[in-house]
Nanobody, 117 residues
Framework: VQLQASGGGLVQAGGSLRLSCVAQRTILSSFSVADMGWYRQAPGKQRELVAIIHGNGNTNYADSVKGRFTISRNSAKKTVSLQMNSLNPDDTAVYYC?????????WGQGTQVTVSS
């Protein structure tokens, strides 16, 4: 499995970005039941969960992003997206796409999100 993330960049506070991640080298049925999510890691901090969408469609969000971020998936395209609104400087981090399939975690290469004040 390879996870290819895109969509990061530089945005002013209050702005929006949309991250996308496509799962390659995995069959559709396997992707459909996998948990997909996004983690982030800011400089000097531990990697933390941002949002996750389970195979059954249920979602979980970090308290800090609830109401601002929305995670979604398109199983036909084997993609997971993260719509980020009302961004603030505390959201600045490298964002990593994540997949959990059959108990095995997979990580994307990370995409930088920088929010200027």
């Amino acid at each position: 499995v390879q996870l290819q993330a895109s969509g990061g960049g530089l945005v002013q506070a209050g702005g929006s970005l949309r991250l996308s991640c496509v799962a390659q080298r995995t069959i559709l049925s396997s992707f459909s039941v996998a948990d997909m999510g996004w983690y982030r890691q800011a400089p000097g901090k531990q990697r933390e969960l941002v949002a996750i969408i389970h195979g059954n469609g249920n979602t979980n969000y970090a308290d800090s992003v609830k109401g601002r971020f929305t995670i979604s998936r398109n199983s036909a395209k084997k993609t997971v997206s993260l719509q980020m609104n009302s961004l603030n400087p505390d959201d600045t981090a490298v964002y990593y796409c994540y997949m959990l399939r059959d108990g095995t975690p997979y990580w994307g290469q990370g995409t930088q999100v920088t929010v200027s004040s």
